[in-house]
């Protein structure tokens, strides 16, 4: 399953008091909260209120109507190339991720979608790493071209080196590993979702750690395989089973007579 990305703010000791308690309720997996501390009274942040509910969605599969709204003010709001750009980019991702998640067919317009965001956003500019990551996972979750997706991945793994982006880096060094181990790459793999799951718990993002513990241990033997898995199964619960679509991968393979 994939993830959505957005560039954390928060993380660090002397940040905004503000955007370390959004910080704080977002990596706790409490959009909403988060999203009350904002007022979309500009469009930054306007457009950290949307993305806050966009994520929302992909992670909980509800909240759609309320990150329609979010992102609907973000898009009014919008003034500069850049500002459309990341509105842009969080729309495609709003339509990926109800596209993936079987709730509507929208395809099309995340695809629409990115590209104007491609086409505003210059390259080299920080948010096109993030647009770089959501263009691989179309490619690898919609097109069902791995081959594109990694090139995406790969962009977006060095624009966030670039600019400093380590939660990024944690999705782009995952989905990465994913396909490494799609191909059979065993070391690589590990690698990848080792150092994806060590920045998510220097980062304290707890909603992204039992995800990143559960696809660790898909590249491991036992029973160090069967420990990341009981410890993802233990974040799943006490987050009170976000995100929802981990329950099928951390499920116990069904009895064999």
């Given amino acids: 399953m994939a993830h959505t990305a957005m560039s954390g703010t928060g993380t660090t000791a002397d940040d905004d008091p503000l955007q370390t308690a959004v910080w704080r309720l977002r990596s706790r997996a409490c959009w909403a909260d988060a999203a009350a501390l904002l007022q979309p009274t500009s469009p930054a942040a306007a457009l950290q209120r949307a993305a806050l509910l966009v994520e929302r969605c992909l992670y909980t599969e509800r909240g759609w109507e309320e990150a329609e709204d979010a992102l609907r003010t973000a898009e009014a709001q919008a003034r500069t190339d850049d500002e459309r750009g990341a509105a842009a980019c969080e729309r495609g991702q709003l339509a990926y991720a109800a596209t993936l998640l079987g709730v509507r067919d929208r395809a099309d317009e995340a695809r629409a979608a990115l590209g104007r965001a491609a086409a505003l956003i210059a390259p080299g500019a920080p948010g096109r790493a993030l647009l770089d990551f959501r263009r ?27 600019h400093g982006d380590p939660l990024l880096l944690s999705f782009t060094w995952r989905h990465l590993a994913g396909l490494a181990l799609r191909d059979g790459e065993l070391a690589e793999a590990r690698h990848g979702f080792a150092e994806s799951l060590r920045i998510r718990e220097e980062l304290g993002y707890l909603v992204g750690t039992a995800p990143a513990l559960a696809s660790l241990a898909d590249a491991e033997s036992e029973p160090e395989a069967s420990r990341l898995r009981a410890e993802a199964g233990r974040l799943f619960r006490l987050l009170g089973g976000v995100p929802t679509w981990l329950a099928r991968q951390l499920a116990p393979p069904a009895a064999t007579i």
């Fill in 136 to 162: 691989g996972l179309l490619a690898e979750n919609l097109a069902r071209a791995p081959q594109a997706a990694r090139a995406a991945y790969r962009r977006a793994h060095a624009g966030a080196t670039a």
